[in-house]
């Protein structure tokens, strides 16, 4: 019997678990790795994201060799099957293994190859938590609330605890971490690199692909080696994580990352581990007397939004993804795929950046772009596609539960306890943009009101006995109540006049 391992491009550790199964016979074990052209056709994915991917792939199968692996990598190959096909033969091999995939989608191309061996999966051990133990702690639990898996998560990781209290004696920092941008805010700049000769090989070649693409391939700053990923953390962590959590929440003009971490990229490849940030941090508050708020703000996105966001993936039933409680059916704007083609400047600033790198951090995410499809009425399905396109961290586990339910408030609440709707009033507090924005802020009606205004208050008019229900819309919806009959149809004419435009 021989065994194969066939390593994903969001695999790329040495630790994985189906290189950890055959780490003793590794010099009889043959290792696979495909760059496959059919699988990139299913969106135009963002150039960035391509060449991270396969350069990062490159990397490491040279990585696994000089450790003593047997390696076959296919480049630009057409599809995954063939090559498979052809090695399997090669190498006689009898079982091949590959590590659960995180996407589902993947897992369903996995099932349908026609290969001759058998395919086994090997549990991932790429997340804190194991599925069985998520849906064991949701069992008979009316809602699963982030908070609550959060402090689980700490108590069973045994992180920032004092025996069975959290140290600092609260769970939560998060008023202290939404302080809007003063002044002139010194952020440190983030830990970028210059492509080597295998990164500037993939640039070419993803610049000469005849598939659709999205974004600019140059300049590529992105690490593609776990020893750059491991930089980058640790950069992070003498520069950013001791001012983490002020400025969380906060957007100022032409900085792309304010403290934010950059690390989604070297997570979601493999190329990190969650254990290994969370340790770091809480490394550093103790040994260098760094603020808690910080500290326990960066752990709670990593222990706490990212595996709830995993765990509930892997939790939901197949009709999730379908999930739309608002019925919005309108298609994206053009302006998704060109900044250019947007005169509203917080959208313009925030979709530029994601062309030139494919990154934006969560408030962006959050309040600029997800916070317009929603109030706007884009189908959830087409502006989760389209995420998944633009984004360099993009995968579909990581994107289904953050657009659709956190983003889009499409599954009706599972996983949000209000959605995440805001007003020009948010963006002017929370941002620089609107001062330099051809629109009102203020105003709600009008030539130049801000497209932010009307289309909120005409998805809270659209949707005032949906969200009657949630209770923490009540204030705001008595609001909605007093405004004027008159205000209130001119808000509704802008709003379809714009979609008539655009
Ligand atoms: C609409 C929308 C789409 C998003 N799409 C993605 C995506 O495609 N890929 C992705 O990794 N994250 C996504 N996120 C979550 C989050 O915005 C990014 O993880 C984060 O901005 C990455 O940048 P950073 O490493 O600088 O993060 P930081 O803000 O510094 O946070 C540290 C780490 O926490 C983790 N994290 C924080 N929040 C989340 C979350 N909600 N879900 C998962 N991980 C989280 C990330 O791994 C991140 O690297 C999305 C959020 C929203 C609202
Ligand atoms: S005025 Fe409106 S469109 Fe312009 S930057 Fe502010 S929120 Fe964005």
């Keep these: 019997m021989t065994i194969g391992i066939w390593i ?40 960035q994201k391509l060449v991270l991917v396969w350069s990062a792939m490159r990397h490491f199968a040279k990585e696994l060799e000089q450790d003593g692996w047997s390696v076959g990598y296919y480049e630009l190959a057409q599809d995954f099957e063939a090559p498979l096909r052809e090695w399997v033969t090669e190498y006689q091999i009898t079982e091949l293994r590959v590590m659960e995939p995180s996407d589902r989608p993947f897992a369903n191309l996995l099932r349908s190859l ?96 005849t598939v659709p693409t999205y974004g600019h391939a140059k300049p590529f700053r992105w690490g593609t080696t776990r020893e750059q990923a491991l930089q980058v953390l640790d950069h992070f962590i003498q520069t950013r994580l001791p001012n983490f959590g ?52 960066f752990i709670r996105q990593v222990c706490g939004w990212r595996e709830y966001m995993h765990a509930l993936y892997r939790h939901v039933s197949d009709d999730y993804f379908a999930k739309n409680w608002f019925n919005h059916t309108h298609t994206l704007p053009e302006f ?14 925030t979709l530029k950046q994601v062309e030139q790198i494919g990154y934006a951090h969560h408030i962006q995410r959050l309040m600029i772009l997800s916070n317009f499809c929603l109030i706007s009425g884009l189908s959830p399905q087409a502006v989760e596609d389209w995420f998944h396109s633009a984004f360099i961290d993009a995968y579909d586990w990581v994107m289904q539960t953050n657009v659709i339910g956190m983003g889009l408030f499409a599954d009706g609440g599972m996983l949000a306890s209000k959605p995440y709707a805001a007003s020009a009033n948010y963006i002017n507090k929370m941002s620089d943009y609107c001062g330099k924005c051809v629109y009102n802020p203020k105003a709600r009606v009008g030539e130049n009101a801000c497209p932010y205004n009307f289309f909120y208050w005409n998805f809270l008019d659209r949707h005032h006995e949906k969200l009657k229900s949630q209770g923490r819309m009540s204030f705001i919806l008595a609001n909605l109540n007093k405004m004027p009959a008159a205000e209130l149809e001119e808000i509704r004419q802008q709003a379809r006049q714009w979609h008539e435009k655009s």
């Design 8 to 47: 994903l491009g969001d695999q790329l550790w040495a630790g994985q678990a189906a290189l950890k199964s055959c780490v003793e016979q590794k010099a009889q074990t043959p290792v696979i790795l495909i760059e496959s052209l059919q699988y990139v056709q299913q969106r135009p994915y963002h150039k």
């Design 114 to 209: 026609d290969l001759p061996c058998q395919i086994t999966l090997i549990p991932n051990n790429r997340f804190l938590w194991q599925t069985s133990d998520f849906d064991q702690w949701a069992k008979n639990r009316k809602r699963l609330v982030m908070e609550d898996f959060y402090r689980e998560g700490r108590r069973r990781f045994e992180i920032l605890m004092e025996g069975d209290r959290p140290i600092g004696g609260t769970w939560n920092f998060d008023k202290e971490n939404r302080q809007p941008p003063k002044g002139n805010l010194h952020t440190p700049p983030p830990l970028w690199f210059e492509p080597d000769e295998i990164t500037q090989t993939v640039i070419q070649q993803v610049e000469q692909l």
């Design 246 to 297: 002020p400025y969380q929440d906060a957007m100022v003009t032409d900085e792309e990352t304010m403290w934010h971490a950059l690390l989604s990229p070297y997570l979601n490849t493999g190329l990190l581990h969650p254990a290994e940030l969370v340790s770091a941090a809480e490394k550093a508050f103790h040994e260098n007397n760094l603020s808690l708020n910080s500290v326990e703000g």
């Design 336 to 349: 998704f795929w060109d900044a250019a083609k947007t005169d509203m400047n917080c959208l313009q600033q």
